[in-house]
């Protein structure tokens, strides 16, 4: 069916065709044909129940951040299969984002370049939307510091603390964004030194709450070794329950896409199929580094071996975006089937039986 509609789809421009589908989406979340949705889109099996997070999630497959950057869609995803949600990124203020165009379809790669730029509506305003919603889904909220290249080393950290606190309580789990590639300081807190400054400073914002919530922070495939072994033990040391990897990379090593269309979009973060490899291999060193930590792989995700391959890697839950677009609703539930066969196949009685079983060739 989508097959059908994507050429449609693909005839608008990007962000004209998600603005249409979100609210499309929205609008169907509060219409009897929700639950008619849902019926065709929604997958149940308990062999897919992850705990985790001290949380139940009813399969590992969530929507990955920037898709529903300000919670339009959070009471609309479950109909479509998901098992979690996350939103964002949202910033302590406002912000506009980039000049339009931001977003570029890569067909021939079945993959996406954006510089969006944290566009979002601002903490106060997203955390009033989610107040108003019923969610039935785990909802992770992303958090960024504001695009504004004037907010500056302590202003930075107390803008963060500022969109933290707003969030925090409505929040399933939290995931600092430290690693957008598409603004000019959106890579600051890479800096070990200034990722402990911020996460002490969110450390003490979150003593006034008195249930705590779960804060994982994205990571990026851009850095270099050196930089990921110093931020992981940075992040050890202030107990963080975990890692969405891997964001956007502004890499574009591989692409079919021609070199003089690839200079005709510009700069931005390079996401969908040509970056599932990274994905796999840097969850995997992320898992056998830090002995099992909790892991969100998302990265070039569109079918249910990609998924799994993210698992055997060393993924609790996993995420997509991209996938999204080429293969449109039914694919969350194309996944969750085929992981089932893929548990199967394997002799695996759950889902988190399989979470790092990866072994290489000998
Ligand atoms: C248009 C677009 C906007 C995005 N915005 C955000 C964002 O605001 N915050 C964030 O953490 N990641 C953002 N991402 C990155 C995704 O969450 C995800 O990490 C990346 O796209 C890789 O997953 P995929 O290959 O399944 O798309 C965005 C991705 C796209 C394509």
């Known amino acids: 069916m989508y097959k059908l509609v994507r050429p449609i789809f693909f005839a608008q421009k990007p962000e004209r065709a998600h603005a249409f589908f979100q609210s499309l989406g929205s609008l169907l979340a509060r219409s009897p044909f929700k639950s008619l949705i849902k019926f065709f889109y929604d997958f149940e099996d308990s062999r897919l129940h992850v705990e985790a997070l001290g949380m139940s ?55 996406l370049i954006n510089r969006m730029g944290l566009n979002n509506e601002g903490a106060e305003v997203i955390a009033h939307r989610i107040n108003g919603q019923h969610l039935e889904i785990p909802l992770g909220i992303n958090i960024v510091k504001t695009n504004d290249s004037l907010i500056m080393g302590a202003d930075a950290i107390s803008d963060f603390c500022a969109s933290f606190q707003t969030l925090y309580q409505l929040s399933s789990f939290m995931v600092i964004n430290i690693s957008c590639p598409n603004t000019a300081d959106g890579k600051t807190f890479e800096d070990p030194v200034t990722l402990d400054s911020l996460l002490r400073a969110l450390r003490a914002a979150e003593t006034k709450f008195t249930m705590r919530k779960p804060t994982l922070i994205k990571l990026s495939p851009d850095v270099s070794e050196e930089v990921l072994d110093q931020i992981l033990v940075v992040t050890k040391k202030h107990h963080i329950s975990g890692y969405v990897v891997m964001n ?115």
Request: aromatic content about 8%.
């Open 248 to 362: 956007t990379s502004v890499a574009r090593a591989g692409l079919k896409t021609s070199d003089a269309t690839l200079e005709s979009m510009g700069k931005g973060g390079l996401s969908g199929e040509p970056i599932k490899t990274w994905a796999v291999e840097l969850v995997s060193y992320i898992y056998k580094k830090l002995d099992k930590p909790f892991i969100i792989g998302c990265g070039g995700v569109s079918s249910a071996e990609d998924a799994y391959d993210l698992i055997k890697a060393g993924a609790t839950l996993v995420e997509l975006y991209t996938g999204l677009i080429y293969e449109g609703p039914g694919l969350v539930k194309q996944i969750n089937k085929g992981l089932v066969q893929l548990l199967q196949r394997d002799g695996y009685k759950t889902i988190q039986e399989a979470v790092g079983t990866y072994k290489p060739e000998p």
């Open 57 to 111: 999630f009813k399969n590992p497959i969530g929507l990955a951040a920037g898709f529903d950057k300000h919670a339009k869609l959070s009471e609309f995803l479950p109909a479509l299969g998901f098992g979690f949600t996350e939103i964002g990124s949202v910033s302590a203020r406002p912000a506009e984002g980039n000049p339009k165009p931001r977003l570029f379809r890569l067909p021939e790669d079945r993959a």
